[in-house]
């Protein structure tokens, strides 16, 4: 031992430029080796007062271990800076993190009564409140006729809800459910293969198809938003609005609270449909829906918006531009639609580069320039989003690699001042959906249902320093006050390491007291990151049973601890007691 003691005497009056070198390596670990090494000279000195032989020792211990340590070479943790003093960023609404159900799922109108599931509206539940958005392409093909027959698994279901009401459990319709989903794979090719050849056909919907799609949003905590058909024309021209009038007159009657649509991504009618619409003329039937609106006590305040335009390229952005100039003052948020790749040709790199992700900050400067010099301070909405258009990317939109670009743009969208993001969809066809056809959650619903949770609606500032932070992204907001465990001034970051090895992320110093708790989402499984299903803190999340989502644990992190983050994952921090002036 005496030996021992005379090699850490040596080595520790030898080897002091490489001690404070690897210090400046490894911040994150000097407050736990300090920590230790004070205690072991703590003791040695108890040692030496009460006159014990050995007491030398464990001061020299003390110094080989914090050798030993330190001489390991680390990686550099990355530098957090935060902005918890001042006021936030921004702000953006509770209904932040919003749904859509594409038009296409009542292209045979059966289907739409899979809504009535008790499994999927607990999982929708989950995502509450928020906004319900029905639209998409097929919607500028419905038409309504309140006087046609329905399908008869949308009578079955209207009188199993009229006998045990619209929000009730229906046992007696599980074996027509069975059914449908068997069939649900054929019809789903059906409705991708008519997308892909744009072979659009009319449909005609019913009373009991809004019924299903009304009781489905709220029974689950949601507000619907109703895109109305914008295709039906006079003359080729001006917008025939008779069939809203009778679909509008049906909702009023029945007391439906509802907001409205006109149209889906009016920049591609002319492909969709041979018409074209401008800019202008959308505007002016957007100023003629409100009027339609008005003529219901009901409706006369109800929420109007659009003009749901796709990607905001040259001639998207002319038509948006022309549009907000002649109705932007009767919609109350202005609406677009974003996807990163095409789901045909997306490769696994894409969903991993940042370049690809920083596509979207440049499309949201585009709409949010337009919208300040047409209509300044109108809202701006992401009405209709996902990882890659054209039902999504195969293999992919449908894995815990889709979970990157979904939390990206989250982050980014609040950053920039778009107040709501629509994410589509929930349930429906295609691959970027968030609940599969057996009912299952995928990765991107776990980690919305962790947003949802954890993240609240003011924006925070923060930066890091000692990384690229194009590959260590992070974002800051205060924590939801909803929340039962946490308080005022708590703030949430989360952040996505887009790096091939494990990155660490070092709080300030001023917080290094705090307890932090994790939530750390990874793939469970052999297919790593193309895994279907994901693991909290260690933990699979799964449904307990139909009726009951599991409770999302967190890690409690030591005070002083450095934030991990694994090659190619994401996750979410509760800095507790950071006392963060905007968030109180």
Known sequence: MKALMRAGRSCAAGSSLHIVENQKQAPGLRAAVSQRTAELRHRGAQEEEEGEEDAGTTAAAAALLLLLLLAVPLRQAAELQLGLRGSPRGTVSPAFLSLTLDASLARQPRFITLLSNPKLRTLARGLSPGFLRFGGTSTDFLIFDPHKDSTLEEEILSGL???????????????????????????????????????????????????????????????????????????????????????????????????????????????????????????????????????????????????????????????????????????????????????RSATREDFLSPAVLDTFATAVRDVLEIVATTVPGKKVWLGETSSAYGGGAPQLSNTYLAGFMWLDKLGLAARQGIDVVMRQVFFGAGSYHLVDASFEPLPDYWLSLLYKRLVGTRVLEVSVAGADARRLRVYLHCTNPQHPKYREGDVTLFALNLYNVSQTLQLPRQLWSKQVDQYLLLPHGKESILSRRVQLNGRLLQMVDEETLPTLHEAALAPGSALGLPAFSYGFYVIRKAKAIACI
Not at 223 to 229: D, Q
Not at 243 to 250: D, E, F, P, R, W
Not at 272 to 285: A, E, H, M, T
Request: proline share 3%; hydrophobic share 35%.
């Open 161 to 343: 809800q009229a006998e045990e009401g619209a929000c009730g459990a229906q046992p007696g319709f599980a074996a027509v459910q069975e059914l449908l989903l068997a069939q649900w794979p054929s019809q789903e090719k059906l409705l991708l293969t008519e997308h892909f050849q744009k072979k659009h056909k009319n449909t005609t919907i019913t009373g009991h198809t809004l019924d299903i799609l009304h009781g489905f949003a709220n029974c689950s905590g949601f507000h619907l938003v109703f895109g109305l058909n914008a295709l039906l024309r006079r003359r080729g021209r001006e917008w025939d609005s008779s069939n809203a009038g009778q679909l509008l007159g049906y909702c009023a009657q029945h007391g439906y609270n509802l907001s409205w649509e006109l149209g889906n991504e009016p920049n591609s009618f002319k492909k969709k449909s041979g018409i074209y619409i401008d800019g202008f003329q959308l505007g002016r039937d957007f100023i003629h829906l409100r009027r339609l609106l008005s003529q219901h006590p009901l409706y006369r305040h109800a929420k109007l918006y659009g003009p749901d335009v796709g990607q905001p390229r040259k001639h998207t952005q002319h038509l948006l531009r022309s549009f907000l100039k002649s109705g932007g003052k009767v919609i109350d948020s202005v609406t677009w639609h974003h996807y990163y790749v095409n789901g």
